[in-house]
Structures are given as structure tokens and as C-alpha cells.
Nanobody, 129 residues
Framework: QVQLVESGGGSVQVGGSLRLSCAAS??????????MGWFRQAPGKEREGVAA????????YYADSVKGRFTISINNAHDTLYLEMNSLKPEDTAMYYC????????????????????WGQGTQVTVSS
């Protein structure tokens, strides 16, 4: 099972930027055979898919609410996943989780779903005005 550890969360003002990182280890298959994703969950709300990427370097997927503001990427060694977040809004405040899934990106209407098999513990992002 893939182990995932997020970092980089914090407090930022509206319009600011943050970069989240997720350290990945323990791939049971080739590290280029996974889909990695970022999710977020605000208090009282369901977990929401934010972005996803194939580790093979292929397609990326974004929720409409973050398109043009957030960028998902992964390093060449496939051991660190990133989420660059710009133009942050108060509604981006949430616990952010990274996730991994073998072979496919579970998607619905172009947005990652919570069907990933491995999850990190989360990192808090707070955007204040």
C-alpha cells in the first residue's frame, strides 16, 4: 500500500498562494502506473476532488472551482506530488488530502472521485480575508 504524507498547509490571506507537497512511498507496482490526486474537505461538507494526475506524465484533471488557479504536478521520481494554489479564496479553506490509486484515475464529469485506495492524513489550509 502506498504511504502518503502531506505538508505545506497554513494560513494565507485572500489572493495569496500556497504549495502543498505529498511525499509518496511504498508503491507496490511501477510508480509510473498510478493516478495521484488532491482532495479537500471543509467542516460539514463532503470530501471534494480537486485535481488528479497520472504519474506516467499524462493527463491532468481539475474541479471547475480551481481551474486556472491550481496546478497539480509530480516530480520525475514520482515520490513527491505537488499542488500549487494561487489566487486563494476563503472557500478554498479546508483540510487537503493527497490520494493514490493504481492504474486509473477515478473520475466523474472530469473531476476525481473519492474512490482512491490510499490516503494521507491531510494538511490544513486556511484562507482569510
Amino acid at each position: 500500500q502506498v504511504q502518503l504524507v502531506e505538508s505545506g498547509g497554513g494560513s494565507v490571506q485572500v489572493g495569496g498562494s500556497l504549495r502543498l507537497s505529498c511525499a509518496a512511498s511504498g508503491y507496490t507496482y511501477s510508480s509510473s502506473s498510478y493516478c495521484m490526486g488532491w482532495f479537500r474537505q471543509a467542516p460539514g461538507k463532503e470530501r471534494e476532488g480537486v485535481a488528479a494526475i497520472y504519474t506516467s506524465g499524462g493527463s491532468t484533471y481539475y474541479a471547475d472551482s480551481v481551474k486556472g488557479r491550481f496546478t497539480i504536478s509530480i516530480n520525475n521520481a514520482h515520490d513527491t506530488l505537488y499542488l500549487e494554489m494561487n489566487s486563494l479564496k476563503p472557500e478554498d479553506t479546508a483540510m487537503y488530502y493527497c490520494a493514490a490509486n493504481k492504474f486509473i484515475c477515478p473520475l466523474s464529469r472530469g473531476k476525481p472521485t473519492a474512490s482512491f485506495v490510499a490516503w494521507g492524513q491531510g494538511t490544513q489550509v486556511t484562507v482569510s480575508s
